[in-house]
């Protein structure tokens, strides 16, 4: 098994529970995408900068529990980034960030390449950390340093449009990253608004213009679909073992999934274009199932194999 380092947006959820009442979480896209491929069991590097303060030592707790290794020297005395999270009737979350000279805002590329490990299968980013186009170009240099070395490359853009200033040089710059992807996992909410002009074929439009070698399409309740470069195609139902607490971390949990099987089939190359359907949907089977457990507790706090076979027999 080989190492998948993981990068982008370190952030404290405080979760809205009512009466003035917020529960502080261990949150951020790529940081919940780590702590699920922990989870189940893969080696992570997460290269992100986390503050010193005490909701940065929360944050270093929480990847440590999930077996999450840490970059060297990666603590800073900027304060922790937040957000806070606010719940629909349906537990739908809502995000107010705040981001402005945090920890995980610092990105030092010379550092993080060079903690790159010998075993490098995947580089992950995504979320709030490609949307300040200063941070952008930082997590470019990152990315195609990963990618030289062989890494396979994933980016998840889970767009913030409520802390994106310029949304025309915000798609302009993140299309560069798509360009070096060989996996990709969006939204229908996404793809809406990286592309409004792409209707009811952007999923199609999209593999077209920047040729993934694996795309994952995310629709809520209507679950997961997945395609490849080679035209295969797979699709799952959502998963609810449970009572829903709420679906924060729920999509991450599931690009965690994808990330650590990817790495336990061995995967390189051009392979991941090469799956088949029945191994499409043993993957989407798993991710569904990972969100699902996810969705039934609080904030973002994926489950281990064991957990997930325990409660799906």
């Known amino acids: 098994m080989s190492v998948i380092v993981i990068g982008g947006d370190a952030i404290i959820d405080l979760i809205d529970r009512g009466q003035r009442l917020f529960e502080a979480c261990p949150g951020g896209s790529t940081l919940n995408c780590a702590l699920a491929a922990g989870q189940l ?57 705040y981001r402005d000279r945090t920890a995980d805002r610092d990105v030092p590329v ?52 409520s802390i994106t200033k310029n949304p025309i040089a915000y798609r302009e710059g993140i299309a560069r990253f798509f360009r070096l992807a060989d996996l990709f996992k969006c939204s229908d909410e996404d793809l809406e608004y990286l592309h409004p002009e792409w209707t009811d074929l952007a999923v199609e439009a999209f593999i077209e213009t920047y040729s993934p070698q694996l795309c994952i399409y995310t629709q809520g309740a209507e679950g997961l679909r997945a395609y490849t470069k080679l035209g295969v195609s797979a699709q799952m139902s959502a998963s609810l073992p449970g009572p829903l607490s ?3 971390g729920a999509g991450d949990s599931v690009h965690g999934t994808l990330l650590s099987e990817i790495d336990r089939l061995g995967l390189v190359g051009q392979q991941l274009s090469e799956l088949n359907e029945s191994q499409l949907t043993k993957i989407l089977l798993l991710a569904s199932r990972v969100a699902g457990v996810n969705c039934t507790r609080a904030g973002c706090q994926p489950p281990t194999r064991k957990e997930v076979a325990e409660m799906f027999g």
């Open 41 to 97: 069991g893969s080696e992570v590097l997460y290269v992100s900068t986390l503050s010193s303060d005490s909701y940065g030592d929360l944050l270093a707790t929480r990847l440590a529990e999930c077996h999450v290794k840490l970059r060297a020297n990666a603590r800073s005395s900027a304060y922790t980034s937040l957000a806070v999270v606010s719940l629909d009737e349906m537990e739908q979350p809502s995000y107010a960030f």
């Open 110 to 161: 010379a550092d993080i390449i060079a903690s790159f490990p010998e075993r490098m299968s995947i580089f992950h980013v995504g979320s709030c950390a490609l949307i300040p186009l200063e941070d952008q170009e930082a997590w470019l240099q990152v990315v195609v340093a990963a990618k030289d070395r062989g890494a396979l490359i994933s980016i998840d853009p889970n767009c913030r449009p």
């Open 246 to 248: 709420d679906t924060v």
